[in-house]
């Protein structure tokens, strides 16, 4: 059974840092591809950040330069450094697990990410 457990999430002013962590059990992070998404309200749920087995990273434009993927297969989790956060980054972030011989998705429960003075 697969789960991932996001944490991190919070109230941070512009142009402050936050990382999110996804711990993940019943799967191994190395050998599948991980993603970050977020959702706002009122909005669909966008790919951030993804990570291949392989190690390959893809941002989405609007957080290239400010956020990084990274993983820890020691600890089997998925972090996103988010360095000068903006206020349209607030949204819930989803910890996202593919397993491409299954076809099967899984996800966290979210994080909240609030960017406001």
């Known amino acids: 059974q697969v789960q991932l457990v996001e944490s991190g999430g919070g109230l941070v002013q512009p142009g402050g840092s936050l990382r999110l962590s996804c711990a993940a059990s019943?799967?191994?992070?190395?050998?599948?591809?991980m993603g970050w998404f977020r959702q706002a309200p009122g909005e669909q749920r966008e790919l951030v950040a993804a990570?291949?087995?392989?190690?390959?990273?893809n941002y989405a434009d609007s957080v290239k330069g400010r956020f990084t993927i990274s993983r820890d297969n020691t600890k089997n989790t998925v972090y996103l450094q988010m360095n000068s956060l903006k206020p349209e980054d607030t949204a819930v972030y989803y910890c996202?697990?593919?397993?491409?011989?299954?076809?099967?998705?899984?996800w966290g429960q979210g994080t909240q990410v609030t960017v406001s003075s």
């Open positions: 996202n697990a593919y397993i491409a011989t299954t076809r099967d998705n899984y």
């Open positions: 019943g799967v191994f992070v190395r050998r599948i591809a």
């Open positions: 990570i291949t087995s392989g190690g390959t990273t």
